[in-house]
């Protein structure tokens, strides 16, 4: 028996019933079987189905909304060997693959395997306090350190492969993998990387000296940034979705993640194309 497809979706977004719904309809009548996470259940009226989709693991998961929606499902199954397929519903879509409007014609191929693999390494990250773990979160863009009060600054003792680098006076600083170099690290000044290659980006946040510049890392690099103050609220956020505060003395690791993400791709499929695309490159 095969797999099932799995749909995720965003939730309350308006266009979802309809082109979830459509999108069930479509491959149910090819045979396949669904299974729907809650958001797109509860927009069609169906049931929903269990929530361990690692040991589930579909055979192929349609994400239906923004880079936002696939970097949480991305962080759902990862671990599985499932590719995603991102429908973009938003605007700006890097990650994302298709629009709704080529749907459900163009996912023929798809399913029938004629599509490109493109893997995406991830980042993992732990926090140290006292000599001991005390959390571990995964992110496919970055990892985030930033500070709540507007008008103080953080500062930070960098450290890669255990070589010190500098200490860091910023209102924060980006981990970024190549795919999250054009998320927020480019916002802040940092390069563009290729996703294929292996790297990692250190991005400062309006650093508080010239001096202090983006850094790319070999992909095996151990990133280590210590937190001197604490007369400052600070916190560590994984994709802008999952995060933890932070105390002064804290010790946040960050290395490639053992297990990426896969990305469905059209064999047409251009990085440079989408960096015109979505950046008016002329």
């Not at 001197?228 to 932070?246: C, K, M, S, W, Y």
Request: aromatic letters at 4%; a neutral charge.
């Amino acid at each position: 028996m095969k797999s099932p497809v799995g749909i995720f979706s965003k939730p309350n977004h308006p266009r979802v019933p309809e082109i979830a719904r459509t999108l069930t309809d479509w491959l149910e009548t090819r045979g396949e079987a669904v299974a729907l996470d809650g958001a797109t259940a509860a927009a069609i009226g169906r049931a929903p189905a269990g929530e361990d989709w690692r040991r589930q693991a579909p055979r192929l998961a349609i994400v239906l909304g923004g880079d936002g929606t696939l970097l949480r499902v991305a962080r759902l199954l990862r671990g599985s060997d499932t590719p995603l397929l991102g429908i973009n519903l938003g605007t700006l879509g890097f990650l994302t693959e298709l629009a709704a409007r080529h749907l459900p014609e163009a996912l023929a191929p798809i399913l029938a395997g004629d599509f490109q693999r493109d893997y995406r390494a991830a980042v993992v990250t732990t926090v140290e306090r006292g000599g001991r773990q005390v959390a571990q979160l995964d992110g496919l863009n970055e990892a985030v350190i930033s500070k709540a009060a507007p008008a103080r600054i953080i500062e930070l003792e960098l450290l890669v492969d255990r070589q010190p680098v500098s200490v860091l006076r910023a209102d924060g600083l980006i981990v970024s993998t190549a795919t999250g170099s054009t998320a927020y690290s480019l916002s802040a000044g940092g390069p563009i990387l290729h996703p294929a290659l292996g790297a990692l980006v250190i991005t400062p946040i309006c650093a508080h000296t010239l001096s202090s510049r983006p850094l790319i890392v070999h992909d095996t690099a151990v990133i280590e940034a210590r937190l001197r103050n604490a007369a400052v609220q600070t916190f560590l956020t994984l994709d802008g979705q999952e995060g933890i505060p932070l105390e002064a003395g804290d010790c946040v690791i960050c290395r490639t993640a053992e297990h990426g993400v896969t990305l469905v791709r059209s064999p047409q499929y251009s990085f440079f194309s989408v960096l015109r695309d979505k950046l008016n490159w002329v």
